[in-house]
């Protein structure tokens, strides 16, 4: 009788599991949504190098944001999750929209018909910061393209505190929301559309540059009426994980290419220069910053404005006097000195900028003589250009 009751109940259990792996598999394959648990990293063409989850894509172009590690969550599920830009806290009023908040887009994997209902539903982390709301929108034109307005998409949905549901998993809220299509939804767009501040406080930054994100994960779109999805889900899928560039204005997963995208979207090349930054500009044994470098790289960044910078790498270096650990500290603080500056100036570089420091690592004259250490005593601003091949 025991043996028969355990065996029931190993079938009970067994038929469970399969019907909650089937029904999981038919929830995956009805999900509008590409890359819904953000498990699947894109590789930037341009680096040859992992950036944003794949079918996710940052307003303005931007690797996966520098976040503090201390910051980021545990995902809800799986290895990744969606960072999404809410605040910049040095925001000013004479900055653009995508530098004070930011905002992540995709593309449908199919089209949503006409008076159907559909179902929205993720999982948002404030990690430890207040949650004041999170913005989403539909739209039936790229986010991407040039000129549009990231502050007034049609339909704007605001998930307040208050729409929240109020038991969690690790900080983790789920939000549902249900709605009408009108039959022009082909883009999702995700973000903070207040033209407000939210109010986060400047020692509530999640990196250098001053950004605080919410996170999201397990995000997935579905019909109400169990409508299937277009016959070339697959394919549109594939056409969305084709677009590898991240770092390029208007590089459009869509059809819609203005005069400007057009001409940006011509054969390119990278091109690298490097500025180099001589101790002299800082303090003797420290990163602090002497007034004549802000007359140097005042100077510099004038230069580059225009440009197309896809990136830019801050390298400190130290000759071979101490400790092999206070060198490598101080040559990294010293880049990080200059990161500060820069983003500073041109709050449009946080997400592109990336520093090290080398120590006496990678000398460049002779460490025994006072000509050769001072010249190894530097900090170096490596820049990569985008530039369109010219025609032939």
């Not at 009426?225 to 204005?249: D, M, P, W």
């Not at 390119?268 to 044994?285: E, L, M, Q, S, Y």
């Amino acid at each position: 009788m025991v043996k028969l009751a355990s065996s029931f109940l190993l079938k009970i259990v067994i038929c469970i599991f399969f019907a909650c792996f089937v029904f999981s598999k038919q929830t995956t394959a009805q999900n509008f949504f590409a890359n819904p648990g953000f498990e699947d990293i894109n590789v930037c063409t341009e680096f040859n190098a992992f950036c944003a989850p794949e079918a996710w894509f940052y307003i303005r172009p931007t690797t996966n944001p520098l976040v503090n590690r201390s910051d980021v969550p545990i995902p809800l599920s799986g290895q990744n999750l969606l960072l999404v830009p809410m605040e910049n806290v040095y925001c000013r009023k004479d900055f653009e929209a995508s530098f004070c908040h930011g905002f992540v887009y995709t593309m449908l994997a199919c089209p949503l018909l006409k008076d159907e209902t559909y179902h929205i539903e993720f999982y948002v982390n404030s990690s430890g910061r207040k949650y004041h709301e999170i913005n989403f929108a539909f739209s039936s034109i790229e986010p991407a393209i040039e000129n549009f307005d990231v502050y007034r998409p049609p339909g704007i949905i605001s998930i307040r505190a208050t729409d929240l549901r109020k038991d969690t998993v690790n900080g983790w809220r789920k939000v549902t929301h249900d709605f009408t299509a009108t039959g022009k939804e082909k883009y999702f767009i995700l973000g903070n559309f207040s033209k407000s501040q939210l109010g986060f406080k400047k020692q509530e930054r999640m990196n250098s540059g001053g950004m605080v994100y919410y996170f999201v994960d397990d995000i997935s779109l579905t019909s109400n009426n169990g409508i299937s999805l277009c016959q070339n889900y697959q394919v549109n899928i594939e056409k969305i994980y084709a677009q590898n560039f991240r770092h390029t204005n208007y590089m459009l997963v869509g059809d819609q290419l203005s005069e400007a995208v057009q001409e940006i979207t011509k054969p390119i090349v990278f091109r690298n220069d490097t500025i180099t930054i001589p101790a002299a500009f800082f303090k003797t044994g420290s990163a602090a910053l002497m007034p004549s470098f802000n007359r140097l790289m005042d100077s510099i960044i004038t230069t580059l404005d225009g440009k197309k910078i896809a990136k830019i790498e801050v390298v400190g270096h130290t000759d071979n006097r101490g400790s092999l650990l206070q060198n490598e500290q101080l040559s990294l603080a010293r880049s990080q000195s200059v990161q500060s500056y820069l983003i500073h100036q041109r709050i449009q570089y946080e997400q592109i900028i990336f520093t090290s420091g080398k120590g006496p690592a990678q000398p460049v004259d002779d460490n025994n003589t006072e000509k050769g250490r001072a010249k190894n005593r530097r900090v170096e601003i490596v820049l990569t250009f985008i530039e369109s091949v010219p025609e032939k």
